[in-house]
C-alpha cells in the first residue's frame, strides 16, 4: 500500500470514526420518537380509568426537530399523537416533550403528562 492509499483508508476510518462517536440528528430524532411512544404506552396503561388507548391518532403525525446541541448530544422536541378512552369520554390528541439523546442515554427533559387525571 503506498502513502496516498494509507492516508485515504486512514481518513476514511477517521471519518467512520467520528460517525460512531456524536449523535447525529437523524438518529436523535429517532431515539426521541421512541422514547415518547414507550412513555405514551407506559403512562397510559397504568392510568386506572383508561379502558382502552393506542399511541397512533387521527389528529396528527409524529415530529421531531432539534432544537439545540452538543458535540455529545441533541435536545429534540417531539409530538406524538396518542388516544384514550375512560367511560365517560374519548380523547384524540398529541403529545409534546422535549428530549436530551446523547451517546449512552435518552431521556424526557420536560413534557405535559398523557391522559386524563383520574
Not at 1 to 25: K, P, W
Not at 54 to 80: F, M, P
Request: with cysteine.
Amino acid at each position: 500500500m503506498n502513502r496516498r492509499q494509507a492516508l485515504s483508508l486512514a481518513l476514511i476510518l477517521l471519518v467512520l470514526a467520528a460517525g460512531a462517536l456524536f449523535v447525529t440528528d437523524r438518529y436523535a430524532k429517532r431515539q426521541a420518537l421512541q422514547q415518547e411512544e414507550a412513555y405514551l404506552q407506559s403512562e397510559l396503561a397504568r392510568s386506572s380509568c383508561v379502558t382502552n388507548f393506542d399511541t397512533s391518532g387521527t389528529v396528527g403525525d409524529e415530529k421531531a426537530t432539534v432544537v439545540d446541541r452538543s458535540l455529545d448530544g441533541r435536545w429534540v422536541r417531539v409530538s406524538h399523537p396518542y388516544w384514550y378512552d375512560t367511560d365517560q369520554t374519548h380523547a384524540d390528541t398529541s403529545s409534546e416533550a422535549v428530549y436530551y439523546v446523547g451517546l449512552n442515554s435518552v431521556y424526557r427533559v420536560n413534557g405535559e403528562s398523557p391522559g386524563p387525571v383520574c
